[in-house]
């Protein structure tokens, strides 16, 4: 069984990520996050939230909506030209991506397709309630137009003066044809941008700057920093108006896969919404007058996919003493979905109940702690580590005596005895 394999059925064992209506059977390319699934991504936003926002003064963030004008996405190009060749195998007529095609149908084997034909991801839906009247609209295809578009309100008001930057966490759709690989390529997913706007001549230092930043980023997420690179987009399929595009990788079990791509976007995507929507979006300084329209650094990276290579990045099988395997999550302590298991060692004695209850209640109001009493000691300790909890805190026999809990290390497996007291200072 190779990783990819693993780390699926982990995810659901433990309630990481569900297959979206699997009781109907499924529906490919979307995804649930469980009760572990849903708290691990909200630290993961957090925590490129305060990295990308809360500390910095010149980027503020917006929440756009998932559905806009339509005309927003002829002005971007998504819907003339944003789609896929696709082509289809003559034998069991499942359809494919020409680019994922090589020689043999991944399905059958046969060797006989159609022609490519084009396929546009943008998922369409209407506005309206009479049949008739009803207006096409389409699911955002990315993320990054909201931004764009609220270029203006932000300068009008905020303070914000030029360089800074907008960002944003949120829903994209794309009516993939093979979505594949758990949540690295599905139909439904959540996308993190950074739109940074510039003066034309300080486009080179920002897109250098950013691509630093970026990568200094997912060097302190993952553990395993020989499994990040850049990667150049060749200079002959860059988007007509780039100037230059670099995307981070990370070593998937299938291969190099992206996680973010950083983008010289120049000043085409406010030159068209100006086109488009008749609506000024040049930008005046405030010190010298001068007008122009910003140029702009985008980083724009996939949530899910960083999930997904987190927990590859995470997965361990240990080799235990006892001649059995531990299955442990080293994931990133700030992202780990609680912070601390808090474990009464017998549930039939009220008094150590109870004394865990007034643990687990310390620490509740200050961190995301778990409470389990099931199960003997070590299946505990099984569970929690494959959910990735850094620590799990034992309430004994000892602990009516003298106030002092057990702290076990999930990475080292160490046990410590910590003062009641002295437990918030330890485990932050």
């Known amino acids: 069984m190779d990783l990819l394999q693993k780390v699926t059925a982990l995810a659901k064992r433990r309630g990481i990520i569900y297959p979206n209506s699997e009781i109907y059977g499924g529906i490919g390319g979307f995804y649930d996050y469980g009760p572990v699934g849903v708290e691990m991504k909200n630290n993961l936003k957090k ?27 002829e002005a971007s190009g998504h819907v003339e030209n944003f789609g896929d060749e696709v082509v289809e195998c003559k034998k069991c007529h499942k359809r494919f991506r020409e680019d994922e095609i090589d020689k043999a149908c991944p399905h059958c084997g046969n060797k006989e397709f159609t022609e490519p034909r084009s396929y546009n991801l943008l998922f369409e839906t209407h506005i309206g309630v009479v049949e008739g009247d009803k207006q096409k609209a389409y699911l955002r295809g990315e993320a990054c137009q909201n931004i764009y578009l609220n270029f203006k309100n932000v300068v009008d008001s905020t303070r914000q003066s030029i360089p800074f930057g907008i960002a944003q966490i949120g829903k994209a759709f794309r009516n993939e044809v093979t979505p594949q690989k758990l949540t690295f390529r599905s139909r439904e997913f959540e996308q993190w941008d950074m739109e940074f706007y510039v003066h034309p001549d300080d486009m080179k230092k ?23 690179r850049f990667k150049q987009h060749p200079k002959d399929q860059l988007a007509f108006y780039a100037k230059d595009a670099y995307d981070i990788e990370y070593k998937a079990p299938w291969g190099w896969a992206e996680n973010e791509g950083i983008h010289w976007r120049g000043d085409y995507d406010l030159k068209q919404h100006m086109e488009f929507s008749g609506t000024d979006l040049r930008y005046t300084d ?46 990133h302590k700030d992202i780990a979905a609680y912070k601390a298991a808090v474990f009464p060692l017998v549930s039939n004695k009220e008094e150590v109940v109870e004394k865990a209850r007034e643990v687990f209640d310390l620490l509740s109001g200050d961190m995301k702690v778990v409470w389990d009493a099931r199960g003997n000691i070590g299946k505990r300790y099984r569970y929690q580590d494959e959910i990735g909890t850094p620590y799990c805190i034992t309430i004994d026999y000892d602990t009516l005596e003298d106030d002092t809990v057990t702290v076990r290390d999930r990475d080292t497996m160490e046990q410590t005895r910590v003062k009641i007291e002295d437990l918030k200072d330890t485990l932050s």
């Open 47 to 73: 925590y490129w939230w305060k990295y990308m926002v809360d500390t910095r003064e010149n980027v503020v963030g917006i929440d756009g909506t998932i559905i806009t004008h339509p005309k927003v996405w």
């Open 286 to 331: 405030p010190h010298t007058g001068e007008k122009y329209i910003p140029h702009i650094v985008e980083t724009s990276g996939g949530v899910d996919r960083t999930f997904l290579m987190l927990l590859f990045d995470a997965y361990e099988e240990e080799e235990m003493a006892n001649g059995n395997t531990r299955t442990v999550l080293k994931i």
């Open 206 to 228: 920002y897109f250098d700057y950013w691509m630093e930043e970026r990568m200094k980023f997912y060097k302190g997420l993952y553990r395993k920093e020989e499994n990040l």
